[in-house]
């Protein structure tokens, strides 16, 4: 049972890290690398005029991605509270810590993976309110990078949720 336990997870860490590295890096880079060309004040000034002609969308856009900040920084932690718990394995033998982490790792990413996915489809939808007063390439852009991080940030979670799973079923 502890040999079918390890490759299961073996299995399940070799296929989160292939997705991370196949799916979602390249994601993330071509991310980026948009961003690079793209931001700048062209970007702030078109933020302050959505921010006069849409305030309701704005407001719902800006606290959609507050409460997705703050479930990321809980990942950040639950991965702090994983480091510990291998400190703590390593020296006392005591795998409590690292059972915690696997559970909440799996349970903040798929929070993350759903408040991303709110916060993305409020952004589409003010882009596509914009869209239908004018027909602007740079906004054009824009709902396709955000849908281009919704899918790489789905990956990234994904191989999160694996690996969380491994532990889990591990330990």
């Known amino acids: 049972m502890l040999k079918l336990k390890v490759i299961i997870s073996a ?9 991370f590295i196949f799916k979602a890096l390249p994601e ?4 980026r690398k ?7 004040p062209k970007l702030y000034r078109w933020t302050a ?4 002609e849409y305030p309701q969308e704005y407001k719902r856009m800006k ?3 507050y409460i997705w900040i703050c479930l990321y ?12 718990g291998f400190y703590v394995v390593l020296n006392y033998y005591d795998y409590s810590l690292i059972k915690i982490f696997a559970i909440l790792m799996i349970v903040f990413s798929l929070a993350y993976l759903y408040t991303y996915r709110l916060y993305a489809q409020n952004r589409i939808r003010l882009y596509q309110l914009i869209l239908k007063k004018s027909s602007d390439q740079f906004v054009e852009d824009r709902s396709k990078m955000v849908k281009g991080s919704e899918i790489g940030n789905r990956y990234h ?6 690996l969380g799973i491994a532990l889990a079923i591990v330990l």
């Open 49 to 52: 005029d959505i921010m006069e």
């Open 63 to 65: 606290r959609s991605m």
């Open 28 to 31: 993330i880079k071509r991310i």
């Open 157 to 162: 979670m994904l191989g999160m949720i694996m």
């Open 34 to 40: 948009y961003n690079k060309t793209v931001n700048g």
């Open 11 to 19: 299995v399940l860490v070799l296929i989160s890290i292939i997705i």
């Open 73 to 84: 920084l809980l990942l950040i932690c639950s991965i702090v509270l994983g480091v510990t």
